[in-house]
């Protein structure tokens, strides 16, 4: 199957630092890639889309210019928690789409003191 | 997005038993699928459902595509120990720019 990547896969920072994640497709390209954020003993919940060459589209109640989105490459995207808070602390993940379904990656655990 | 209806909540089962979980949704979906999520990991997708009344099997592991477009389970059969982890169902619509709608997750236990 197809193969996603995260980096880092945890990462501890101070409040008011801007943390950034990157999200790889290995062995395909995805024109489009999508970023979420899942709280303990919840289901993923989406936070925005990510397409190459494009502005992300953000899900209502997703600030954009706290999350920002980048996706330079076809296999590469970027999340950058701006001036993190300790309630942006959660686990995020990305996925890639592929063929009518989606790759996720191993998530980044944040944790913001 | 829509929340898809995900049954049961949590499951604790002894090994050797058979399991059964199902989605349902209020709207159509192109696509189903089922993902596994073990604790501190992204979610492994386990089964891909394209086409109404579709059954597909992987492995121990048997998904089907509701008549409807509105529906979906997925079952496992003679459980073991590493069977344990969150069961996710997501419906995809293409319309909808690809986003994957989420049930709220099965929680498996599976006891010795």
């Known amino acids: 199957g197809a193969v996603v990547s995260q980096h880092p896969s945890r990462v501890i920072c101070k409040s008011g630092t801007s943390v950034k994640i990157e999200c790889r497709s290995l062995?395909?390209?995805?024109?489009?890639m999508f970023w979420y954020r899942q709280f303990p003993k919840q289901s993923l919940m989406l936070m925005a889309t990510s397409n190459e060459g494009s502005k992300a589209t953000y899900e209502q109640g997703v600030e954009k210019d706290k999350f920002l989105i980048n996706h330079a490459s076809l296999t590469l995207s970027t999340l950058t928690v701006t001036s993190a808070h300790p309630e942006d602390s959660s686990f995020y993940i990305c996925s890639a789409r592929g063929e009518d379904t989606q790759y996720f990656g191993p998530g980044t655990r944040l944790t913001v003191l | 997005g829509q929340q898809l209806n995900q049954s049961p909540q949590s499951m604790f089962i002894q090994e050797g038993e058979d399991v059964s979980m199902n989605c349902t949704s209020s709207?159509?979906?192109?696509?189903w699928l089922w993902y596994k999520q073990d604790p501190g990991e992204g979610p492994v997708l386990l089964i891909a459902l394209y086409k109404a009344g579709e059954l597909t099997s992987n492995g121990r592991l048997t998904a089907q595509f509701g008549i409807t477009r509105k529906d979906s389970f997925l079952n496992i059969s003679a459980s073991i120990p590493s069977d344990v982890g969150i069961y996710f169902c997501?419906?995809?619509?293409?319309?909808?720019?690809?986003?994957?709608?989420f049930g709220k997750g099965t929680s498996l236990l599976v006891t010795p």
């Open positions: 062995d395909f390209q995805a024109t489009t």
């Open positions: 709207s159509i979906f192109n696509t």
């Open positions: 997501a419906g995809l619509k293409s319309s909808s720019g690809y986003a994957l709608n």
